[in-house]
């Protein structure tokens, strides 16, 4: 599919200026150069051109607010001067699997004061002696390369995610609707268990009420016995006395 179409696929009846990520991958671009996406897209942030047959980004059209580009796979082998003044803020490139060869062809991208992480797997400039040291030299900027930082560090999991985040605001809309569920739960919890409390509490004080109230009858009923007894005895006294 040629890439004009993929794009427009793509578009899903949306205007270019409300897209924030384009992934084209695997479609075919006619010449060898970027079709189809305009400085319209104002708002891309997001750009995936995998093995579409690029072997130029000269017709990158300025896209002030894009910080992911991924060309991986394609034919590029310079022209990256470009970029900086087309994708400033540009913080992560995929160049893997291009026709890079020359340390050369990277020293554009010192223009590029915001990338932090550049892939370059399978280009020809991995091959040379001390290919490591040398990029991160040429490009101070960079924190990651192939993956990994100077000290051999992964490059942490959460940046992988960084790139690929929603629009600003919504994971903290959903961490506040979390906390929001979390505390009604607790609430509810909480005065489902003071209810249970309440009910234990006035099932004790009847019990201690129906308790007083049988001991209390117990009383009224000893009450008539000891006076019969009482009165026994008093007339147990008084057959003594006619006896005498």
């Known amino acids: 599919m040629e890439m004009k179409k993929r794009i427009s696929l793509e578009l899903r009846n949306r205007s270019p200026a409300e897209v924030r990520e384009l992934v084209v991958d695997s479609c075919r671009s006619a010449d060898g150069e970027v079709e189809g996406v305009t400085e319209e897209f104002s708002a891309l942030e997001v750009l995936s051109m995998v093995n579409v047959g690029l072997g130029s980004l000269a017709k990158l059209p300025a896209l002030p607010k894009l910080r992911k580009l991924e060309v991986s796979d394609n034919s590029i082998s310079g022209g990256l001067d470009t970029l900086a003044e087309k994708c400033p803020n540009l913080s992560y490139l995929n160049l893997s699997g291009n026709h890079i060869k020359e340390l050369s062809s990277l020293q554009p991208l010192q223009n590029l004061k915001n990338l932090k992480s550049l892939d370059l797997y399978s280009c020809g400039v991995t091959a040379a002696d001390g290919y490591r040291d040398a990029v991160f030299r040429l490009?101070?900027?960079?924190v990651y390369l192939d993956g990994f930082?100077?000290?051999d560090n992964e490059v942490p999991e959460s940046n992988d995610e960084?790139?690929?985040a929603g629009p600003p605001g919504d994971e903290d809309e959903e961490d506040e609707e979390e906390d929001e569920e979390e505390g009604s739960e607790v609430g509810l919890s909480y005065l489902m268990k003071e209810g249970i409390q309440d009910e234990e509490d006035d099932g004790d004080y009847v019990e201690e009420e129906e308790d007083d109230e049988e001991e209390e009858d117990g009383e009224d009923d000893d009450a008539p016995a000891q006076g019969e007894k009482r009165k026994r005895?008093?007339?147990?006294?008084?057959d003594d006395d006619d006896d005498e």
Not at 139 to 142: A, E, G, K, S, T
Not at 233 to 238: L, N, R, T, V
């Open 149 to 151: 930082d100077p000290d």
């Open 162 to 164: 960084d790139d690929e």
């Open 139 to 142: 490009l101070p900027q960079v």
């Open 233 to 238: 005895d008093a007339d147990d006294e008084g």
